[in-house]
């Protein structure tokens, strides 16, 4: 197994101060001992992973879904927790370009339904994941980007079919979202939720209906059989028919080798405070249930649970190393006091980070693994896994079905994405274009 990111990415020490873990419980997954069979193996027990392993079920698929440490240890379980919009970094000319404009249409429906489609699972299955939240809102941090705000709300309109509301920047306070902003449009889709009770929800759901859950199993080796493959783990291996590669930004390079250099991790970083009293909220006029963004390129995204903790993320980091990590964490927080002052004094009691993964066409790849015949991959979310992820997962479970999809499955999904150059130094890439985003943010 080869994976770019320095060793304690892939340990749990990111995540040992992580607020979800507290929220929802770990459960033990017993590792692969045995050598086992089934119609389908899935690497990953993720958004996709565990999507692909509920759809197939409901299809009485025989599924195990391994895992190299726990389910929910990679992004899933410790993301920002906002079901929105997005999955692609492409814009809507440069999918008009690449596509054609009937195709980027089907890629903006595809979004949109990827939120129905959390929101059908958490109500059909009765998942209690602490979701609040009437859409999304983006903040400008500048007058320029409030003046483009009427534009983008008819860009809305067009792609999705909704009207998004423009709040001037004398509104704002009265809407509880209180800060160094120049205006506000929210879009009326999306909602914020508590990610690892989602997940462990559907999860469990899964479980009930036969899927096998193996942790502790990393997959070292993929093995082409008669009847499909082997996949070997330290102490076993898994024969199925068919396989899905769901590991996303915790990918191997050589898991298969045609994985190699099509995907890129990057850090995105998150703390969240102590409790607030209401008089707290009211001294920085955020008082909000709304998830929200601003329109730096560089995003700052942040909400309020709904046990009045305030959480607040940012992305930037590149390298897992203790000088890098100690970097992020200054910035992050006097990010979040620039942002917020009149919160400077409360304290920071959870901070944690993950990767997500970039692709370099800028949109997911979900679909077959050329010259594997029965082996497929969903990846590249860009930062938008609850939704696009969950969706991916039931794209993929069709696919392995043989079936057409019967929800939108644009060319933007089905297109497999190039390799970045310079092989597992990729990263060194993003150093230049980050300094590049924060000029254009100023």
Known sequence: ??????????????VQNCF???TSPSGYFEALETDQQADVAIVGAGFTGISAAYHLAQNSIGVILLDAEAPLFGATGRNGGFCCLGGSKASDAGLDRLFGKDERMLFRQAEKEAVGLVRGLLDTNAINADTHSSGETMLAHRPKDAAEMPEIKSTVFENYGVEAIYHRKEE?????????????????????????KYATGLLEVAMTKGVQVRGHSPVVEIESTKGGYDLRTPSAKVSARKIVIATNGYSSEDLPDWMRSRFMPVQSSILLTRQMTQDELNAQGWTSDQMAYDTRKLLHYFRLLPDRRFLFGMRGGLFAIRGEQHRIQKEIRANFNAIFPAWSHVDIEHEWYGLLCLNRSKTPYVGAIPDMPGAFAGFGYHGNGVGMGSYAGALLADLVLGVTPNRPYPQALRTIPKRFPLGPYRRHLMRPLYKWMAWQDR
């Open 1 to 14: 197994m080869k994976r770019i990111f320095e060793d304690i990415a892939y340990t749990g020490a990111p």
């Open 172 to 196: 704002l306070m009265q809407l509880g979202l209180g800060g160094p902003f120049y205006g506000a449009l929210t879009t009326p889709l999306g909602f914020a939720l508590n990610p690892r």
């Open 20 to 22: 979800w873990n507290t």
